[in-house]
T-cell receptor
Framework: SQQGEEDPQALSIQEGENATMNCSYK?????LQWYRQNSGRGLVHLIL?????REKHSGRLRVTLDTSKKSSSLLITASRAADTASYFC????????????FGTGTQLKVEL | DTAVSQTPKYLVTQMGNDKSIKCEQN?????MYWYKQDSKKFLKIMFS?????LIINETVPNRFSPKSPDKAHLNLHINSLELGDSAVYFC??????WGTGELFFGEGSRLTVL
């Protein structure tokens, strides 16, 4: 079964606005990662947050992790048209080796 | 320099045929993966090799056979192709010793079975 469920499935915003995507997962994890996929391209790693971390920043990205709720959020601030892509969360389960299990993804569209 | 490269990028073939997809990484990673992405963008892991040894083998029909001649290469051979095999197949690599789990993906190989 799918480890991560993302919400919303699709999000459309105006350039300059913030975009928030949420991810819920089912099992205990070692870390949670976010990836971006532009249309017709491969996935690109954005940020990794470990199970003992609660928040992490990278440029315009802010990721939070709540292990008690088994959920994470990705915030993209001051969005740009170039941020239009699908965003996936992925988890490495405790004892799962290096098996990275992906969520269902959020399609983000940033309009000019 | 392409870090993870897959060939071919597009593959159109008839049902029942056999086809292969090749993957190479020049990152010096010790672990490589095959993922399948369906039309709904759902990504599912198929196989993983660490230093040429199979470490992950998900429930995949035995028509799919991965081969890793060395740790920089992981190929995927598919026998007797079926309509349901149509998907985008992604190769990825990582370095298990670093423990982070961050994956580097290729650009994908879009397989269409007619």
């Amino acid at each position: 079964s799918q480890q991560g469920e993302e919400d919303p499935q699709a999000l459309s915003i105006q350039e300059g606005e913030n975009a928030t995507m949420n991810c819920s997962y089912k099992t205990s994890i070692n870390n949670l990662q976010w990836y971006r996929q532009n249309s017709g391209r491969g996935l690109v790693h954005l940020i990794l947050i470990r199970s003992n971390e609660r928040e992490k920043h990278s440029g315009r990205l802010r990721v939070t992790l709540d292990t008690s709720k088994k959920s994470s959020s990705l915030l993209i601030t001051a969005s740009r048209a170039a941020d239009t892509a699908s965003y996936f969360c992925a988890t490495v389960s405790t004892g799962g080796g290096n098996k990275l299990t992906f969520g269902t993804g959020t399609q983000l569209k940033v309009e000019l | 320099d392409t870090a993870v490269s897959q060939t071919p990028k597009y593959l159109v073939t008839q049902m029942g045929n056999d086809k292969s997809i090749k993957c190479e990484q020049n990152l010096g990673h010790d672990t490589m993966y095959w993922y399948k992405q369906d039309s709904k963008k759902f990504l599912k892991i198929m196989f993983s090799y660490n230093n040429k040894e199979l470490i992950i083998n998900e429930t995949v029909p035995n028509r799919f056979s991965p081969k890793s001649p060395d740790k920089a290469h992981l190929n995927l051979h598919i026998n007797s192709l079926e309509l349901g095999d149509s998907a985008v197949y992604f190769c990825a690599s990582s370095h298990l010793e670093w423990g982070t789990g961050e994956l580097f993906f290729g650009e994908g190989s879009r397989l269409t079975v007619l």
